[in-house]
């Protein structure tokens, strides 16, 4: 397998503070091709001080940036929607190029999925409402004001890096806010990539700025910056629950888009060939590093054995190969690291009784020195396990049975997350039942994954709060200011009697 030679133009400073590329003051750091382990690039860590400033520079340019009208920031967001198409596939290439993700994928779903998110934003720009002014009192005219926060701090996880710069970066800057986003630093590339771009087609210098540097120094320094007014956070819930304390210190504003691990419902009535086609695509999208894929299949008892049969048949012809190769299907994942952690989830699994119909160890040859996991099917384990309770974010489906419709509701709620699920059946009733009584920020009836930008993604539970995407994302950016004014013109209003009274009349 090969990795293409670095290119100069991802080869080089991976902060972007001010309208410039700067390199950080930290330690060197390499970006690797998980299919490989090979250097990608290579860039020097963001530091605290670069951390401060690109807050300062956000805040400068929040001072004008605030006060453009919904037009001028409406024709830059779609500029910069027009401008991503225009490059989507150096877009595409790059972001395989640090996530291992095939190309069909980076291509089809992440550039193609950014620049309609950017497109919406654009459009949705212009029409932030409000409730109508009006009289509440007889003696004052009301109206509402909706304002942007000022200056945001955001920090993005690994698993699809463009999108998530695009989910934060797009809804924050149309709604008038500057922003200082943080990448994780394994896949700094596109972010990067996307904020020049920005300054390409006319952002001024400081709205859009990107710091690459650790959760643990760059990321502690942005959600405790005391200038940064809200902070978006994606990512894991341990991480997003320091990063609420580190916001809880100054009162600021916070959304948390945090982990999942998806149910899958398959009822007795379902059918079945698209209930396992629906099951392969959605847990091994992205290699299962994607907060919403399919993770716990529940299959009523009639029709398990027939599932089980049908994915494992289909997992059995997924393409594990080169990323870049139209004909792979799945690619590795995201790090040693990662891979490690899922597999260890794997081996418990088998310890702990888990039956494995397919995958369930690493493929070697060619994909040893890379961070590989075949696609891997698991039944046997209790509700209880920790591969039906925590999450894996890998490509491995863990399929348990049920017998009433209630206890399949009841087993998928039975987890501290709430992000996304999804429900399988040909019966419309038990289909609206399932949509109302699954405790989760969506709920897919027949289908599982697809998202829109005009429709909001965010979790219940511990999968966090606050949603991306949609006008529910611009509408988090901003904060209502509600303004009163006296229509009396008098000095002595009748209210002030309730607090005081007037020496000569006694009322
Ligand atoms: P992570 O929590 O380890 O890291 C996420 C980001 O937080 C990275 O940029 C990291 O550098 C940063 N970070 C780490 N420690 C920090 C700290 N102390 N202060 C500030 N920032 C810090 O998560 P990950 O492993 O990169 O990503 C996978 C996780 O993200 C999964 O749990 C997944 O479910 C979640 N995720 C959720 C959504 C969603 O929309 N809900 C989307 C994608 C990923």
Not at 49 to 71: E, K, L, N
Not at 102 to 122: E, Q
Not at 160 to 182: C, E, F, S
Not at 322 to 347: Q, Y
Request: glycine content about 10%.
């Amino acid at each position: 397998m090969s990795t293409p030679p670095v290119r100069d133009h991802v080869n080089r400073e991976m902060n972007f503070i001010n309208g410039a590329r700067t390199a950080g003051g930290g330690e060197d750091f390499d970006v690797l091709d998980p299919a490989t382990g090979r250097v990608v690039s290579r860039y020097r860590l963001a530091s605290t001080h670069d951390v401060d400033t690109a807050v300062a520079s956000a805040r400068q340019a929040f001072g004008s940036w605030g006060r453009t009208t919904p037009a001028e920031r409406s024709e830059l967001v779609g500029a910069l929607a027009a401008a991503l198409a225009a490059r989507a596939e150096e877009f595409a290439e790059v972001e395989t190029s640090q996530t291992g993700k095939p190309l069909k994928l980076s291509t089809g779903f992440d550039v193609a999925g950014t620049v309609d998110n950017a497109a919406f934003f654009a459009g949705a720009a212009r029409v932030l409402e409000g409730s109508a002014a009006g009289e509440y009192s007889p003696d004052h005219t009301s109206m509402i004001r909706r304002e942007p926060i000022g200056v945001i701090g955001s920090i993005a996880p690994w698993n699809y890096p463009l999108q998530m710069a695009g989910w934060k970066i797009l809804p924050a800057v149309a709604a008038g806010n500057t922003i200082v986003l943080k990448p994780a630093e394994i896949t700094p590339l596109t972010a990067v990539l996307l904020a020049e771009a920005a300054a390409e087609v006319g952002f001024p210098d400081g709205v859009v700025n990107v710091v690459t540097g650790t959760g643990a120094e760059a990321g502690d320094a942005l959600t405790g910056h005391p200038d940064v007014d809200m902070v978006s956070f994606t990512g894991s819930t341990a991480v997003g629950r320091r990063v609420m304390a580190n916001c809880a210190n100054r009162a600021a504003r916070v959304h948390l888009e945090l982990g999942g691990k998806a149910p899958f419902v398959v009822f007795d009535d379902a059918d079945i060939e698209a209930a396992a086609h629906g099951a392969v695509a959605g847990s091994l999208i992205n290699t299962g590093q994607d907060c919403t894929a399919a993770t716990r299949a529940y299959v009523h008892i009639s029709r398990i054995e027939e599932f089980v049969e049908a994915v494992s048949e289909l997992f059995s012809h997924i393409v594990l190969g080169d990323p870049r190769d139209p004909g792979t299907d799945l690619g590795p994942l995201s790090s040693a690291r990662h891979r490690d952690h899922v597999a260890g989830f794997v081996h418990r699994a088998q310890q702990s009784g888990g039956t494995v119909h397919a995958g369930g160890k690493l493929p070697g040859g060619v994909f040893a020195d890379g961070f590989w996991q075949l696609p891997t099917l698991i039944t046997g384990l209790s509700q209880q396990a920790e591969a039906v309770q925590q999450e894996m974010f890998g490509p491995v489906l863990v399929v348990l049975p049920f017998t009433e419709d209630d206890e399949g509701i009841r087993l998928a709620n039975d987890s501290p997350f709430g992000l996304a699920a999804s429900a399988w059946t040909s019966d419309v009733h038990r289909a609206l039942r399932a949509s109302r009584e699954i405790a989760a920020g969506t709920v897919w009836i027949n289908d599982h994954i697809p998202i829109f930008s005009e429709m909001p993604h965010g979790g219940y539970g511990a999968s966090g709060f606050g949603k991306d995407m949609s006008t529910y994302a611009l509408h988090e950016y901003t904060q209502v200011k509600h303004v009163a004014m006296d229509l009396t013109g008098t000095a002595r209003k009748p209210w002030h009697r309730t607090v005081f009274a007037l020496p000569e009349t006694g009322r």
